[in-house]
């Protein structure tokens, strides 16, 4: 329901410039909200080929970890494991993004010393550190692109949101109140007009009378 509002001219003129501003806004939160969309598809295409990546690094890393258990041996292995630094810092930019903060993760580094003897681990063991290095960074790829998916996918939504509230409800209601407020001027004017014409007859009236002696006597 339209906000009940007086019918003067001044409110009928702040009414108009909040019809343009309600309009603007709309036009730009569509704008906005057609450039994160395109966005949102590209990002798609990114996050299916970032999941293509990562189920072939984790075939090539439980492959690799196969053959090392296989020819090394399985405490070959598990020392290199025990070995190795279990950590990993990921540094997280924040890119502005249409007006959105979008979290950007950067590919993780790792140290490229060997945490053990490479004579005692095995050319297999080895092979598998390497291959589950890319398997870490394949899944923080994974991680990284569909947080930025998520997060302009919510944010088409809230802007989605925000146009329909201004088109369905907002510049409805203030196209109302600009229709009751002109009609309720427009009936005032009518009813100005009314009574002038009548004074002005009425005016008219008395004077015709008070010519009427006049003539009368000449």
Same mark, same amino acid.
């Given at each position: ?11 009928? &003129?702040?009414? /108009?410039?909040? $019809?343009?501003? *309600?309009? @603007?806004? %709309? ?7 057609? +450039? ?11 996050? &299916?080929?970032? /999941?293509?990546? $990562?189920?072939? *690094?984790? @075939?090539? %890393? ?7 258990? +296989? ?148």
């Amino acid at each position: 329901m339209a906000e009940s509002v007086a019918p003067t001219r001044s409110n009928l &003129l702040a009414r /108009r410039d909040q $019809l343009k501003l *309600a309009g @603007r806004g %709309a036009d730009l939160l569509k704008r906005k909200r057609d +450039a994160l969309i395109s966005e949102f598809f590209d990002l798609v295409k990114a996050s &299916l080929e970032a /999941r293509r990546a $990562l189920q072939e *690094a984790s @075939r090539e %890393a439980y492959f690799a970890l196969f053959l090392a258990n +296989a020819w090394d041996g399985p405490e070959s292995v598990r020392s290199a494991a025990l070995a190795s630094p279990t950590g990993l810092d990921v540094d997280v930019e924040v890119e502005n993004l249409f007006g959105v903060k979008v979290p950007e993760v950067q590919p993780p580094t790792f140290d490229t010393t060997v945490p053990f003897s490479p004579i005692q681990a095995g050319a297999r063991t080895l092979d598998a550190s390497e291959e589950f290095r890319k398997l870490t960074e394949a899944i923080v790829r994974v991680a990284a692109t569909e947080t930025r998916l998520r997060r302009i996918g919510e944010e088409i939504n809230k802007t989605n949101r925000r146009v329909n509230a201004l088109e369905q409800l907002v510049i409805p209601g203030i196209r109302t109140q600009i229709k009751s407020i002109r009609s309720v001027l427009d009936q005032r004017a009518l009813e100005e007009v009314t009574t002038l014409k009548k004074i002005k007859a009425k005016l008219e009236a008395k004077n015709e009378a008070s010519r009427a002696p006049q003539d009368a006597a000449a």
